[in-house]
């Protein structure tokens, strides 16, 4: 990816190559054959395999920046329909693209000319401390219970887990990341491995 963050980035090549890839799951193998059993090494033990810390701030960084894509399943969008009380004619309508044939959420320039989800909401606030008026910016998701797979198992993605320097890379800008809840290695696999909504994802507490 171009960058950490919810959405794939958009780095000028097929989407479709920077989407979270799935591998095969690999196993230990037994193979039998009729004079011996040959029994397979295991595979070695993933650099994660201790755990590792994950605990959104809510900062919003993932939702927003440069150009990006966050794909809908065609469950995801009559998940979103019936949350927003649209039909999914009108979710389509109002908050997705065809990208490469396949659908993602729309975005918008913010003031600061990145490109924010079309969901991604920034509200800001003001507190006085001493003399000093103090601004604070809390961004959020509107659709946070029915935001998508893709949402729902950052930063346990196939890419992020595939070597340290690439995690510790996207927690620069994830600063949720490698602090907080301790994630066990099953957990985290199985959110990297999970085809449609896990039933424990990270949350941010929202
Ligand atoms: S759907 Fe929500 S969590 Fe996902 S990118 Fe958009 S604002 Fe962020
Ligand atoms: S801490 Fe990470 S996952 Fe949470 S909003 Fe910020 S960038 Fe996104």
New binding site residues.
Partial sequence: MGRC???VVACGSDPGVQERIIEPRRFFRVSFSPMKLEMLPAEKSPWYADGLQFTCTQC?N???GGP?F?WMSEREIERLAEHLKLTTEQVIERYCRTVFGRIS?TERRNAQGEH??????EERTESHEGDQTVTHTR??????PV??L??RT?PFWDSNLSSPDIWNHAAERCHGMNRGRVFARENMEALRDAKDWPENPPTSGK
Avoid: A, E, H, N
């Fill in positions: 963050g919810i959405r919003g993932c939702c927003t990006g966050v959420l924010d989800c079309i969901f991604l909401k961004r959020s998701c509107t659709i946070y935001r998508p893709q949402c950052w």
